[in-house]
């Protein structure tokens, strides 16, 4: 076989304007997600699908979020009955355990969760943090300022670039980092949460944790739509351990929600 020659400067050139061409066809968004974890990605696929202008912000290389560990690094994903069409849409071949559990292959999840976002239209970007939000005259999220995550993680002083968006949603799990930012920046902020803050989550209850999740979903700040670990850490509601049906159908939620706000505004 010849060997093809190979323009390494060709190469680069095709990685540094193909990324500008694509980044820049997504600076005014209808949704940005912050977080490709099984909410964000959920989320994002079905607005994407409906036909809105998305993007996921990741702040890893990776995408999937806590999905990839499963319970303890056992690489399953255990999901309840009510969430099985959303995951089997995208094509993971769930087996049913009896008693309303189903599992499946953690990596199959991730990869074909993924897959169909970006089928769907989704632009994600990994290794993108979100490191503040963008207001309004009435303080309204109106984007997301971004950094590498690199930049992030080396702790450089590199000013950030801002991405507009009609509306974000905070998928960041545990830390609800949006919510966090919003309140650490706008002291007099009132969220729409039992104490008007974050007020962390409580120890485990699985079953008070996945059967208030699709309730707390909801957008607790103006601009800001609240979607899977992160509404129980900002509601206070428990965590729920190594299930996942709820973080899918509070991706599903938010992305019900979100698509009505578009259609009213
Ligand atoms: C960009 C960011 C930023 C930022 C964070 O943790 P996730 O998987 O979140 P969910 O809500 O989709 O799923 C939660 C689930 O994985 C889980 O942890 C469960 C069920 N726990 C129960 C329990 O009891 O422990 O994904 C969030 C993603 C991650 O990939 C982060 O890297 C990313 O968000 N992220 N990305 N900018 N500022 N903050």
Redesign the pocket.
């Given at each position: 076989m010849s060997v093809r020659e190979i323009d390494e400067a060709q190469v680069t050139s095709l990685i540094v304007s193909r990324f500008a061409e694509d980044f820049l066809a997504g600076t005014c968004l209808d949704v940005a997600v912050?977080?490709?974890?099984?909410?964000?990605?959920t989320a994002a696929r079905l607005l994407a699908a409906d036909g809105h202008e998305v993007a996921v912000?990741?702040?890893?290389l990776?995408?999937?979020?806590?999905?990839w560990g499963g319970g303890m690094l056992f690489p399953r994903v255990v999901i309840q009955e009510e969430a099985v069409a959303l995951v089997q849409e995208v094509g993971v071949s769930l087996k049913p355990a009896g008693d309303g559990y189903y599992v499946a292959d953690s990596v199959e999840c991730v990869a074909k969760c993924a897959a169909a976002a970006v089928d769907a239209g989704a632009r994600i970007w990994v290794g993108?943090?979100?490191?503040d939000v963008m207001i309004d005259e009435q303080d309204c999220v109106r984007g997301v300022v971004l950094n590498w995550?690199a930049v992030e993680r080396a702790q450089l002083h590199v000013d950030p670039l801002a991405v507009k968006a009609r509306l974000v949603i905070d998928?960041?799990?545990?830390?609800c980092?949006?919510l966090r930012?919003i309140e650490r920046k706008i002291p007099e902020a009132r969220l729409d949460t039992p104490t008007g803050r974050v007020v962390g989550?409580r120890p485990?209850n699985a079953t008070q944790?996945e059967g208030h999740i699709v309730a707390l979903t909801k957008e607790v700040y103006p601009g800001v739509i609240v979607?899977?670990?992160?509404c129980n850490a900002a509601a206070g509601a428990p965590?729920?351990?190594?299930?996942?049906g709820?973080?899918f159908l509070?991706?599903e939620r938010a992305a019900q929600l979100a698509a009505e706000k578009l259609s009213g505004e």
């Open positions: 912050v977080g490709a974890g099984p909410a964000g990605i912000f990741e702040r890893n990776h995408v999937g979020g806590g999905m993108m943090a979100v490191e995550g998928a960041t799990g545990h830390e980092e949006v930012t989550e485990m944790a979607a899977g670990m992160a965590r729920m351990g190594a299930i996942f709820g973080m509070s991706g």
